[in-house]
């Protein structure tokens, strides 16, 4: 019931601990910026390497801006 192929509770429990030692970064985060907060949270997890992040930023910004 707690774990399926995709979603294990671990990786919640990992994300979620993960996403608070970030915010304490910034002592909080104001109630209107937290779903981007979250978002941004979500990317770092998705993400975890500086180069593959560094990389994905590149693409999306050689997509959109030309």
Known sequence: LF???QNHIN???NFWSQ???H???FNGVH???FPLF???CE???NNPKPKSQLKLLKQLVK???G
């Open 11 to 13: 990786g919640i429990e």
């Open 31 to 33: 109630k209107s910026h």
């Open 3 to 5: 774990a399926d192929k």
């Open 63 to 65: 997509q959109y801006i």
């Open 23 to 25: 915010v304490r970064k």
């Open 38 to 40: 979250l978002k941004e």
């Open 19 to 21: 996403a608070k030692r």
């Open 43 to 45: 990317w770092r997890f």
